[in-house]
């Protein structure tokens, strides 16, 4: 059972870090909002018909599990899906697929700032130097690309910022007004709500284009709709059912490790010393934040006399 739990965790951590790759490919020819317009409505093909005919709890069907988690649905279609998506997707036309993965590996310390804010959950020690930790790597990371002048990557760092903020939002969403709703419930919902979002935008982006997109970019969309979302969704599911939130959340550890390889690999895309030293302080942080890395406990002394 571990090591299909290790088996399905790398798998999953290749996908999510091949979307990178995909939207780098894709977006120059689609746009931003047209990709993941088709991207959502892919996932939404697949996991809609998929879940509706399981019955997912017990007896009860997928449909009355799905309209009874409507309305987080639909939230968590725009704040989880439609609008980190976009953000990403724009990413990528300025950084490496490598850099916007390590922007993507920030969500956990999103995650826990807006649960001190909005939920008003104290913050240990440790999660504390997590977020000083992961903040250094982000500023490393960003140091002298992110100028908003032209040429440079300052409006794409925003973008993966706030798109790892959404994620962020929406995790706590679901922990305030949406655990009790059905996982797979949700995660089909909110496709279907976020492909509803922007089908307009996509359909009139599409048919004003210049030109229509690549038989390649095509490839890359459905790719990140089938592979990248509605697969992934599958696998992350799973592990979180047979290893709990922690163990699933390691895969934030490797996402950014299987960028760099694909973009390395097809797009020849450069890995430099400061990506290396951005990406472990904000795997460390992340660590920290998470509770995955913890500090050691120092060993009563003992007594004598």
């Given at each position: ?24 490919v894709a977006a120059p020819e689609f746009g931003p909002v047209p990709l993941i317009g ?112 032209s040429g440079g990557a300052g409006w794409a760092v925003a973008a993966g910022l706030g ?25 089909a919902g909110s496709q279907v709500a976020a492909a509803a979002l922007l089908l307009p ?105």
């Open positions: 059972m571990r090591r299909r739990w290790l088996l399905e965790l790398v798998l999953l951590a290749a996908l999510w870090g091949a979307s990178f790759f995909f939207m780098r088709v991207r959502v409505a892919v996932a939404a093909a697949v996991l809609a018909p998929v879940f509706l005919s399981a019955r997912v709890r017990g007896s009860e069907g997928g449909f009355r599990l799905l309209r009874r988690g409507a309305a987080p649905a639909v939230v968590l279609g725009v704040v989880n899906s439609a609008l980190p998506f976009c953000l990403f997707a724009f990413a990528t036309l300025s950084v490496t697929s490598g850099m916007a993965a390590i922007l993507n590996a920030t969500a956990p310390f999103f995650t826990a700032f807006v649960a001190r804010v909005w939920l008003r959950e104290r913050l240990s020690p440790p999660r504390v130097a997590g977020l000083v930790i992961g903040f250094a790597g982000v500023v490393v990371l960003v140091w002298k690309v992110a100028s908003f002048r798109g790892s903020f959404c994620y962020g939002v929406a995790a706590n969403y679901v922990k305030r007004h949406a655990s009790a709703t059905h996982p797979l419930a949700l995660a935008a996509t359909l009139w982006s599409l048919s004003r284009a210049a030109a229509p997109p690549s038989a390649r970019a095509w490839v890359m969309a459905v790719a990140l709709g089938v592979l990248c979302t509605a697969v992934a969704y599958v696998l992350y599911f799973r592990l979180i059912a047979a290893a709990g939130p922690t163990g699933a959340i390691t895969v934030t550890f490797l996402i950014p490790v299987f960028a760099m390889v694909w973009g390395f690999v097809f797009l020849g895309e450069g890995v430099t010393p400061r990506m290396i030293a951005g990406m472990v302080l904000v795997l460390a942080g992340t660590g920290l934040t998470t509770g995955l890395i913890r500090f050691p406990r120092a060993s009563p002394l003992p007594v004598t006399g």
